[in-house]
């Protein structure tokens, strides 16, 4: 098909080019996405083939025959040019102790941690679990894995042992990096202490690697733990990148799901690195020479993996590792450090916007913000007065506000408005625009297309994308059931979404059994699962609604067994204890009820739909339940909300 674009391509957000390029993505993708593969990313050798996907059948494998390494993107072709750029600036818990590490320091480490790694006998292909604070070392940790082909699996320090063990033993890692501690928020966190409960039940590691960080005393387990600093002190500065196979896998990534086990997100090298490093480029305007990018959420979710580490290494840019809590020591943190470090772009999620909006605008006003050109936020909704707030206040109206969605499986953004020269005003509450390649679609439950404007359906995406995940770690039966299979032909995203009069994209939220509170992503069933453990309690039900700070929050209904007596605020004492051992203290719910039954059908369904309504305090619209096997379970509910609820 012939080119409606000239190439090179100079990808631009003007709204008559943009269009123009869209359309490009669409029509010939292998010419775009060739072109763009060529461009902008080193190759060990060139690929043979583009693209051989198939959305039926969930198959997707792009640039075939292509050799490459992630870690040689992402350093050492800038170390060559520019070895004394800041790479990292590592803001440390405590305002004003930062640490810059540049391109050529950063390699220099990442090829100390690759020959540990090879040393200890890690071969590519094999899992290694990271469990540290966000930092330089973790970074290098994840680029020596890249480098000689280790899977890195990255597990958030807010997880619990047993969470850990869990994700450890189902990528069977053999090798675990933590620190001594990690610190956040002035507080302490024990990670080396949490790793050893954790792997009291895994017997597939052999090696745990403690990097030093606030160099307290941790007990050692002989022959197994090692001083990260010590094994590194003994290698060279240099290690051969491994030539990797484009479709290689480059990391796992674990995610809540709708069952109650999480579910290991898999990406491959080329495709996740392409799809990275344009959409940190283009979607926040970012210019590598000069920009300091600085994306506040911590490495071990994906928002972390693409644009704290892959995307700005990628593009040879300054990024910031951020260490510490919005509102330590105080509510100006982020700006101050804004003004400390010149800081032109900032990405965080709406949970903390509206949280630093009830400080008030004195903590934003007194730091100097003149550097800030983007702001950008992801993970939920960013509700109208919070990106009036961003816009206005943090941004003095002179700021791009960039609303990205997105998820762990998309690999990189999908949907964001572009900076630059454009003719569509700002539109708060909506991402707006699909990015070059992707085409949404809106389906209603009989799959059928939502065509034209102001309709609302099911979000899928009707083609392939470099950066979509390529399957989950040991059960692609899942990956297909999840995503290919409620809609045939289509990926689907689990969100609802609306399209409006001029096409634009807004994102209505869970169509699933799915909580975005907090900024995290959990599933319902995986809390219940927790929950059920208590030998008190017969059953449980976990629905979101919405909450002022945490856009969803998180109540359970508790049902105890018959033959029990205990007070309420016990058992909800005792349930917040399995959650935090089992999950994570951030998973507790915010509001608990102990209910003498639930909502169930006459086949014994619970009906959540009932359940919600009551949770947003709206019983009064709960329609026609008399289906239910007893309605009057519902009036008892009510009541008890009413008289009972316990807020955590
Ligand atoms: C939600 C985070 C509304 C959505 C990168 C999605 C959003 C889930 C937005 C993925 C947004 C993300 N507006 N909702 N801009 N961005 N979401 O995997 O429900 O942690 O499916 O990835 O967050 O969460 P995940």
């Not at 289509?490 to 059994?513: H, M, P, Q, S, W």
Request: proline share 6%; net charge negative; aromatic share 10%.
């Amino acid at each position: 098909m012939e080119s409606s674009c000239k190439y090179p391509l100079q990808l631009s957000s003007v709204s008559e080019e943009y269009a123009a390029q869209y359309e490009e993505s669409l029509k010939n993708p292998e010419q775009f996405w060739g072109h763009l593969a060529r461009t902008r990313l080193r190759w060990i050798k060139e690929f043979d083939q583009v693209m051989d996907c198939d959305m039926n059948k969930g198959s997707f494998k792009w640039f075939q025959g292509g050799v490459i390494n992630v870690s040689e993107n992402c350093l050492d072709r800038h170390a060559e040019r520019n070895p004394d750029k800041a790479a990292l600036i590592w803001e440390k818990d405590e305002p004003g102790e930062q640490e810059v590490v540049s391109y050529s320091t950063l390699l220099d480490m990442t090829c100390q941690v690759a020959n540990v790694l090879k040393k200890d006998g890690v071969k590519k292909g094999d899992r290694v679990a990271i469990y540290m604070p966000v930092s330089p070392l973790l970074v290098a940790a994840m680029l020596a894995c890249a480098r000689i082909g280790a899977i890195h699996s990255i597990v958030f320090g807010g997880f619990s042992a047993e969470s850990l063990g869990s994700r450890i033993i189902d990528g069977s890692c053999s090798v675990v990096f933590t620190a001594d501690q990690g610190v956040r928020g002035g507080k302490v966190i024990p990670l080396k202490q949490t790793v050893d409960e954790a792997l009291k039940g895994c017997d597939c590691v052999r090696r745990v690697f403690v990097a030093r960080r606030t160099g307290a005393k941790v007990p050692f387990t002989e022959g197994r733990d090692v001083w990260l600093d010590e094994a590194m002190s003994q290698e060279s500065t240099v290690c051969p990148p491994e030539p990797l196979d484009s479709e290689d896998i480059l990391f796992m990534l674990y995610t809540s799901g709708s069952t109650g086990k999480p579910k290991g997100i898999v990406h491959t090298q080329a495709g996740y690195l392409l799809y990275a490093s344009m959409t940190q480029q283009y979607a926040f305007d970012f210019r590598s020479e000069s920009d300091v990018f600085a994306c506040v959420a911590d490495i071990g979710w994906i928002t972390g993996h693409s644009y704290v580490v892959y995307g700005p290494l990628c593009n040879g840019g300054t990024t910031v590792l951020f260490e510490s809590h919005p509102i330590y020591p105080n509510p100006g943190r982020y700006w101050e450090m804004v003004e400390r470090l010149k800081i032109t772009h900032f990405y965080t999620a709406p949970t903390a916007i509206r949280l630093l909006i009830k400080y008030g605008d004195d903590w934003v006003t007194k730091y100097n913000r003149s550097t800030l050109r983007i702001l950008g936020c992801v993970g939920e909704p960013l509700n109208r007065e919070a990106w009036l707030w961003y816009n206005n206040v943090v941004g003095r109206e002179k700021c791009t506000v960039v609303d990205t969605y997105w998820q762990t499986e998309t690999g990189g953004i999908t949907i964001t408005p572009r900076p630059g020269p454009d003719n569509s005003p700002p539109k708060p509450g909506f991402p707006t625009r699909p990015f070059w390649g992707m085409e949404p679609a809106l389906l209603s439950l009989e799959n059928e297309v939502q065509h034209g404007p102001d309709v609302s359906g099911h979000l899928c995406f009707k083609r392939p994308w470099p950066g979509i995940a390529r399957t989950i770690w040991g059960s692609h039966e899942a990956y297909l059931r999840i995503y290919f299979e409620p809609h045939p032909g289509y990926y689907f995203t689990g969100d609802g979404a609306l399209r409006d009069k001029e096409n634009d994209y807004r994102i209505t939220g869970r169509v699933d059994d799915m909580l975005n509170s907090k900024g995290h992503r959990l599933g319902t069933a995986e809390l219940e699962c927790a929950m059920n453990h208590e030998p008190q309690v017969a059953e449980t039900a976990v629905v979101g609604y919405p909450h002022e700070i945490f856009g969803e929050g998180i109540m359970a209904f508790v049902i105890l067994k018959s033959d029990v007596e205990i007070k309420d605020k016990d058992i909800v004492g005792s349930l917040k204890e399995l959650v935090k051992k089992k999950i994570a203290a951030f998973a507790i719910p915010t509001a608990f009820l102990v209910v003498p039954g639930l909502p169930k059908t006459r086949s014994g369904k619970i009906m959540r739909r009932v359940l919600r309504k009551i949770a947003a305090d709206k019983a009064s619209e709960l329609g026609d339940v008399s289906t239910l096997a007893d309605p009057s379970i519902v009036k008892q509910i009510v009541e008890i909300y009413k008289t009972k609820l316990i807020e955590t």
